[in-house]
């Protein structure tokens, strides 16, 4: 079911931002125009992502510079092994929105 996370406006360009839902952390991307929803808890340690680095389609822990493809989740640096997990995106009107499934 898709679901509206946050204003299309508060997604900075090239960088990332948090949003909690109903107690879930994401993190939003804006990456070249085109956005991006992961989760936004490290899979390797308990770190908020939002507080890393974005460099280019990469996203990079704040805690131990684990690395995560964007676009795909998948884990691109250590000490992370655990590929990140993404989300299908839509934009309507002006609200960013994830196809979150098993949501009624």
């Known amino acids: 079911m898709w679901v509206s996370l946050c204003p299309t406006a508060e997604v900075p360009d090239d960088d990332v931002v948090e949003v909690v839902r109903d107690g879930h952390v ?9 956005h991006y929803v992961t989760d936004g808890i490290c899979t390797h340690a308990v770190a908020r992502l939002a507080e890393g680095f974005v460099l280019d389609d990469v996203i990079e822990c704040p805690m131990h510079n684990g690395r995560f493809h964007i676009p795909t989740g998948r884990v691109d640096g250590p000490p992370a092994c655990e590929p990140l997990r993404t989300y299908a995106v839509r934009v309507e009107g002006d609200v960013l929105q ?4 098993g949501t009624p």
């Open 26 to 34: 994401f993190c939003a991307y804006r990456i070249a125009g085109r």
């Open 98 to 101: 994830i196809d979150l499934p």
